[in-house]
Structure formats: structure tokens, C-alpha cells
């Protein structure tokens, strides 16, 4: 049971790409998934979080109205949609899914119990 997160690379600021989470021998429409970045020197943190069938969406303030988190469980894959990329968005992406998360935990690593190996997001100006 796994999830990893091709995708990531050097981006432009502006630029708009697409990362991916998948999983293997597990079912992401069982999960609440998310996705937390770990920018250099601070702490990881939840950028956005969708809940099981994509009806509830968490945002961070800072990426709220730039990133897009959707879900297709028929490809078994979670993607966050980064728009407007700015060089402070620079980070190690990674993607967590859990079987307890709840919105009022959601933002918090505790609450998940699978962890992809992360991919890094680099933004030039």
C-alpha cells in the first residue's frame, strides 16, 4: 500500500503545473487525501485536502484561489492543480491520504496514515 507523487521539477514563476498522486494497492475514494509542502528551513504544512467523493476542498490561505485539488477515483489518482506559481512556493510536495481524517484534523500529518516520498517543486523568477 502505497501513494507517489510523479510529477514537480523546475517550474517559472507564473507557471501552472500539475501534480499527480497515485496509489497502489490501495483505494484513494476511501481516503481523504491531501497535499503538504515543506518549503526549505520551515515545517510541513497542508496546502489542500479533499474529502472521499471531492465534495468537501480545504485550502490553505496561502495558495487559496492559485492551487486546485480534485480527485478521479476511476484513475485512482489525486492531482493538484498549481496555478501562478510565485518563488515562495517553492517546496517538497508531498501527497498523504487517511482512512480518519476529518476536517477538523485535516491539516494536521497525525492524521493520515499513508505518505508519498514527496517531489520537489522548485520556482525560478
Known amino acids: 500500500e502505497q501513494v507517489v507523487e510523479p510529477g514537480g521539477g523546475l517550474v517559472q514563476a507564473g507557471g501552472s503545473p500539475r501534480l499527480s498522486c497515485a496509489a497502489s494497492g490501495l483505494s484513494l475514494s476511501d481516503q481523504f487525501t491531501g497535499w503538504f509542502c515543506q518549503a526549505p528551513g520551515k515545517e510541513r504544512e497542508c496546502a489542500a485536502g479533499?474529502?472521499?467523493?471531492?465534495?468537501?476542498?480545504y485550502y490553505a490561505d496561502s495558495v487559496k484561489g492559485r492551487f486546485t485539488i480534485s480527485r478521479d477515483n476511476a484513475k485512482n489518482t489525486v492531482y493538484l492543480q498549481m496555478y501562478a506559481l510565485k518563488p515562495e512556493d517553492t517546496a517538497v510536495y508531498y501527497c498523504?491520504?487517511?482512512?480518519?481524517?476529518?476536517?477538523?484534523?485535516?491539516?494536521?500529518?497525525?492524521?493520515?496514515?499513508?505518505w508519498g516520498q514527496g517531489t520537489q517543486v522548485t520556482v525560478s523568477s
Open positions: 479533499i474529502s472521499l467523493r471531492g465534495g468537501y476542498t
Open positions: 498523504a491520504a487517511s482512512s480518519y481524517a476529518t476536517d477538523s484534523n485535516l491539516v494536521y500529518g497525525y492524521a493520515y496514515n499513508y
